[in-house]
């Protein structure tokens, strides 16, 4: 079945660091990609989207690309906020199906 | 524009009560989403809806569980009778469809089952 892998957290940075959060996934089909955000207390957030190879979504300076080639859909951030501190999911949605699949999410802390 | 609105935020409730958590979708959305989340499990579909019809239960732990949606605004989540392990953020999400369409959350119900 599809399933989405994500780097292990949690991930501690300073602000201004640069970011990497590592996604690959497995998909059966021709699936659309998406990173949400969840902040403390809250529900998920989309963050930014790809529904076809080479996209790249973008998003409140945060940056993802479909990678076909090597399944990945890896999300950066050139200089992290404290206010960036969340969790943060890749999903991928796929032949046809409403059913996102989510990777276990890491967890970001960004300290001042 | 209003988000998808779930009630109550918090519930504490004692094992073997009934347990019904609400949820009012974005006007206009076709899909409604039910997941749990847990520590040890993660995120998981519990059930979705489209058009006000159920489509994949699958992730409906247990005959225990129930949901519904009787109308476009409005669906339930029933746990009856609660157990512990039920203990969970809960959470309703809805989309336009088709796939590639996000999915917009509540903010999600806390069960505690003590």
């Known amino acids: 079945g599809d399933s989405v892998t994500q780097m292990e957290g949690p991930v501690t940075l300073s602000e201004e660091a640069f970011l990497t959060i590592n996604c690959t996934y497995t998909?059966?089909?021709?699936?659309?990609l998406f990173w949400y955000v969840q902040y403390p207390g809250e529900g998920l957030q989309l963050l930014l989207k790809?529904?076809?190879?080479?996209d790249k979504g973008s998003n409140k300076g945060f940056e993802a690309t479909y990678r076909k080639e090597t399944t990945s859909f890896h999300l950066e951030k050139g200089s992290v906020q404290v206010s960036d501190s969340a969790v943060y999911f890749c999903?991928?949605?796929?032949?046809?199906?409403?059913?996102?699949?989510f990777g276990k999410g890491t967890k970001l802390t960004v300290n001042p | 524009d209003a988000g998808v609105i779930q009630s109550p935020r918090h519930e504490v409730t004692e094992m073997g009560q009934e347990v019904t958590l609400r949820c009012k979708p974005i006007?206009?959305?076709?899909?409604l989403f039910w997941y749990r989340q847990t520590m040890m499990r993660g995120l998981e579909l519990l059930i979705y809806?489209?058009?006000?019809?159920?489509?994949?239960d699958s992730g409906m732990p247990e005959d225990r569980f129930s949901a519904k949606m009787p109308n476009a605004s409005f669906s339930t989540l029933k746990i009856q009778p609660s157990e512990p392990r039920d203990s969970a953020v809960y959470f309703c999400?809805?989309?336009?469809?088709?796939?590639?369409?996000?999915?917009?959350f509540g903010d999600g119900t806390r069960l505690s089952i003590l």
């Open positions: 999400a809805s989309s336009l469809g088709p796939s590639n369409q996000p999915q917009h």
């Open positions: 998909a059966t089909g021709y699936p659309s």
């Open positions: 790809a529904t076809k190879a080479d």
């Open positions: 999903a991928l949605t796929s032949g046809g199906s409403e059913k996102l699949v």
């Open positions: 006007s206009g959305h076709d899909y």
């Open positions: 809806f489209n058009n006000n019809v159920p489509i994949d």
